[in-house]
């Protein structure tokens, strides 16, 4: 499990002083290497990349540089023309898949589905774990996601806007979280 921080480096790096031990995903995007080392540095365990908003090349490059870092790299999709330019990318260990679209900023969490039917053999071959991202309000979305073939979930929408965090994330699993 991750712990995911409001895109700020500030924020990282307040968590990981006040001595949170669970692996910090740093979720600025990422367009810079110095980010990458910034990141690192402020306490982050992985990193978010953007496939919409970086080359393959970029890509590749800041894939090296997390692997020489020690982090992971979260690498983010959204349709199917990202998901072929990933999935082409050697050392690729973990791919999110957006629901929600950066043209229209409509969530669908079908996305995911779609996606998995078409992938799930290339995904499943390379050894990638996948993400289920945005969209995810409920144990009923979670559930769906998860039958898609979705390893993990990111999930903030729904818990920033809660009074109690711990509570929402019990409900959004349906069930309470053992400590």
């Known amino acids: 499990m991750y712990l995911i921080l409001q895109g700020s480096f500030e924020n990282l790096q307040k968590v990981r002083k006040a001595g949170v031990k669970c692996p910090l995903l740093c979720k600025e995007f990422v367009v810079d290497k110095w980010q990458i080392y910034y990141a690192r540095a402020m306490g982050a365990d992985a990193v978010l990349l ?9 890509i590749k490059y800041f894939l090296r540089i997390c692997k020489e870092l020690g982090l992971t790299a979260l690498i983010e999709v959204h349709d199917e023309r990202e998901m072929e330019r990933v999935l082409a990318i050697n050392g690729v260990q973990l791919i999110g898949i957006n629901n929600r679209s950066l043209e229209t900023f409509i969530v669908d969490t079908s996305n995911t589905k779609t996606l998995l039917e078409k992938h799930g053999d290339a995904i499943r ?3 990638i774990l996948v993400v289920g991202e945005s969209g995810l309000f409920n144990p009923d979305d979670v559930a769906y996601v998860q039958n898609a073939g979705v390893s993990a979930v990111l999930v903030g929408e729904s818990l ?5 965090p711990g509570r929402a994330i019990a409900g959004l699993f349906g069930k309470e979280l053992v400590h």
């Open 125 to 127: 071959e390379k050894g």
């Open 50 to 58: 953007i496939a919409a908003v970086l080359t393959d090349l970029d």
């Open 160 to 164: 920033v806007k809660q009074a109690d």
